[in-house]
């Protein structure tokens, strides 16, 4: 059973992945995601890049569909998503790193302007605005996770707060604020 918290988080991050805002979480709004972080890093389609954003949200989807869709449509309810997320990706064998952090790394990676294993507040910010995320809540989630103040946060970090952030049921983990308050 998931703490108010966790269903909250659930939430949001279906927020982020419901791109077309249709109510339901589809292949077409990971594609889209995509798109929109690679338009946000102008990152071209021939750029490897580009590949592994698209290699690790198309792991994702399949994932997804075959995990939370419980009525075989091709789509995820809010429902569907908010009640089989923790069930299908939680805890240390729930295929957190199997299927999510390939499409996750991707995206930190893309972040990661400069290649120094770093993202800076300016890529984070540049990151959370292709899902949705606003300036405040961006500058306040980036504020949660540089615990040591020097203005970037790796990409191990920010890997291990994802993974809180999407499957974790600790309320004072870092990661719980990766795309702000919740």
Known sequence: M?????????????????VNRNGYVEEQDLTALGVRLLANFGVGHD????????????????????????????RLSPAEYRDGMLAGFGGPDGGFDQHFRPGAMAVLELADTDGDGYVSRDEFATMQR???????????????????????????EMIEAVREFYVGADDNAVGTWFFGRV
């Open 2 to 18: 998931a703490t108010i918290l966790q269903q909250r988080k659930l939430d949001k991050a279906f927020h982020h992945l419901d």
């Open 47 to 74: 750029d490897p890049r580009a590949r592994k954003i698209a290699d690790g949200f198309g792991t994702f989807w399949t994932a997804l569909a075959t995990a939370l869709d419980a009525d075989g449509d091709r």
């Open 130 to 156: 292709a899902f949705g995320t606003v300036p405040d809540e961006s500058d306040y989630a980036f504020d949660q996770l540089d615990l040591d103040g020097d203005g970037r946060l790796s990409l191990d």
